[in-house]
């Protein structure tokens, strides 16, 4: 499945933005997402995951945006969606999202992914 990320902008602190992940090659419903983050000079890390079908379509939250994130799903549009509300500036960062081919439930290390959208740049400013 090839997957592609959008939705990144320049936003003010407090502000929102809704990325989406929008699958090809393949049905989306299969398919644990994840999304991820990175920052500059700084690693790569897990930010939010909803779970396949098998896995009841759950979600995960990295506790520093608990709260403020919403993951959800559209399988019928092959697509993921990750609301970002009260948005802070060291949300700033490139955002990925990511599946793997065997991946029913989430997992918050990218090792486990082998699929990765471009990413999507979002920038808060304060």
């Known amino acids: 499945v090839q997957l592609q990320a959008s939705g990144g902008g320049l936003v003010l602190a407090g502000g929102s933005l809704i990325l989406s992940c929008v699958a090809s090659?393949?049905?989306?419903?299969?398919?644990?997402i994840g999304w991820f983050r990175q920052a500059p000079g700084k690693k790569r890390t897990g930010v939010s995951c909803?779970?396949?079908?098998?896995?009841?379509?759950?979600?995960e939250y990295a506790d520093s945006v608990k709260g403020r994130f919403t993951v959800s799903r559209d399988n019928a549009e092959k697509a993921v969606y990750l609301q970002m509300n009260n948005l802070k500036p060291e949300d700033t960062a490139v955002y990925y999202c990511?599946?793997?081919?065997?991946?029913?439930?989430?997992?918050?290390?990218?090792?486990?992914?082998?699929?990765w959208g471009q990413g999507t740049q979002v920038t808060v400013s304060s």
């Open positions: 090659g393949s049905t989306l419903e299969t398919y644990a």
């Open positions: 909803i779970s396949s079908s098998r896995g009841y379509y759950s979600t």
């Open positions: 990511a599946t793997d081919a065997w991946r029913d439930f989430c997992s918050f290390n990218d090792y486990e992914y082998d699929s």
